[in-house]
Every structure is written in structure tokens, then in C-alpha cells.
């Protein structure tokens, strides 16, 4: 069954506190991405990558970091510096050719 | 200026209507473009692609590009209740990156 998973779906953690979320794709996609979603707003992306070992910062990328080991992984650990980090995190994966992303299920993640 | 805006809705349609929704960009070196679907509480779907300038038709779907304009369209046909949803438009700039706009809000009532 391929696609792409996060986990886990809901997250609740204290400020203060890092955190990791997961990221696993078996559609042998080749680049990945994590976005950020805030309620009423559009999708902004925190870092993609291309390549095993390799990774960009996208638009919001302060405060969060990512790896990429393996080609099926990419998860995003939201470090105590991210100054709001409650929202809803996406991951996507998508080749190079069409560019077409393809999003898994999130992880709402609350801080208090 | 915003690099992908939407038209901001709500927008309200019966069932059966054709929806239209809009999405104007500002890099003129964009060349892919993308609608997603977004139930409330759910992740977005990709719905449709386009790549160059005229209509690409996928069922009920049909989307629009005109690059001189810096305009891309989804006119929704014999609208029904279940496509109630968040309509995001999606742009791949010269730089690779894909920019979201804000979304339009559909509601399509019986």
C-alpha cells in the first residue's frame, strides 16, 4: 500500500521541549518537503530536500531541523527556539519531474 | 504583493452550479501549477496539474492557465455538496520552491 505516513497524528508537548516528527514515503519519491499550516492560512514551507544528504531552508525554517539518511525518510524535529510552534505540520514527497507533491495525513502539534 | 493570491471567498454555490475559483500569481517565471483540495481536518489533495497555457479537463474539473495574464482558473462543473472544501492554488516559481496561496473557501449547498 504506498504512500506517504506521519506520525503520530496529534501531539501534545511543554514548552521548552524538543520534538520530532515523522516523516516516511515508499513511493520512491525523491524529494521531500515540510510545510507548516496555520488556521485561515495557506501553506508555508519550513525545508525540503532533493537528495539523500541533502537538504534546503524554505521560508520559515528558524527554529526547526531536519535530516534525510534515508530516501524514504525526512523527519523535522521543532527545537525550544521556534518561538509558536503549535500548528498543523505536513510533509509532502514528490518527484522531479512533474513537481507534483503529494501530502500525508499531518501531525497537529500543541505546545503549551 | 502577495506571490499567489486567491479570490477571497467564501464562496456559496447550489448544487448543480459551475464554481469558479481564481488564482493570480506574480513570478512570470513560474511554469507548474497545481489545485488542492483541502477538507476541513484533512490534508490537501492534489486535484489537478497544469503546465502550459490553455484548458486541461479531468472529469467535473477544468483548469485554466494563461501565463502573459499571470492567471490560473478551476471552474468546478455540476458542483455537489461533497466538493465542500478548502481550494488551494499552488506555484512553482523560478526557484523551484512551490507558494501556496491562502486558499478559497467552497460551500455548495442543495
Known amino acids: 500500500d504506498g504512500g506517504i505516513t506521519q506520525s503520530p497524528k496529534y501531539l501534545f508537548r511543554k514548552e521548552g521541549q524538543n520534538v520530532t516528527l515523522s516523516c516516511e514515503q515508499n513511493?520512491?519519491?525523491?524529494?521531500m518537503y515540510w510545510y507548516r499550516q496555520d488556521p485561515g492560512q495557506g501553506l508555508r514551507l519550513i525545508y525540503y530536500?532533493?537528495?539523500?544528504?541533502?537538504?534546503q531552508k524554505g521560508d520559515i525554517a528558524e527554529g526547526y531541523s531536519v535530516s534525510r539518511e534515508k530516501k524514504e525518510s525526512f523527519p523535522l524535529t521543532v527545537t525550544s527556539a521556534q518561538k509558536n510552534p503549535t500548528a498543523f505540520y505536513l510533509c509532502a514527497s514528490g518527484g522531479l519531474v512533474t513537481y507534483e507533491q503529494y501530502f500525508g495525513p499531518g501531525t497537529r502539534l500543541t505546545v503549551t | 504583493q502577495k506571490e499567489v493570491e486567491q479570490n477571497s471567498g467564501p464562496l456559496s454555490v447550489p448544487e448543480g452550479a459551475i464554481a469558479s475559483l481564481n488564482c493570480t500569481y506574480s513570478d512570470r517565471g513560474s511554469q507548474s501549477f497545481f489545485w488542492y483540495r483541502q477538507y476541513s481536518g484533512k490534508s490537501p489533495e492534489l486535484i489537478m496539474s497544469i503546465y502550459s497555457n490553455g484548458d486541461k479537463e479531468d472529469g467535473r474539473f477544468t483548469a485554466q492557465l494563461n501565463k502573459a495574464s499571470q492567471y490560473v482558473s478551476l471552474l468546478i462543473r455540476d458542483s455537489q455538496p461533497s466538493d465542500s472544501a478548502t481550494y488551494l492554488c499552488a506555484v512553482r516559481g523560478s526557484y523551484g520552491k512551490l507558494t501556496f496561496g491562502q486558499g478559497t473557501i467552497l460551500t455548495v449547498h442543495p
Open positions: 530536500s532533493q537528495i539523500v544528504n541533502d537538504f
Open positions: 513511493l520512491n519519491h525523491d524529494a
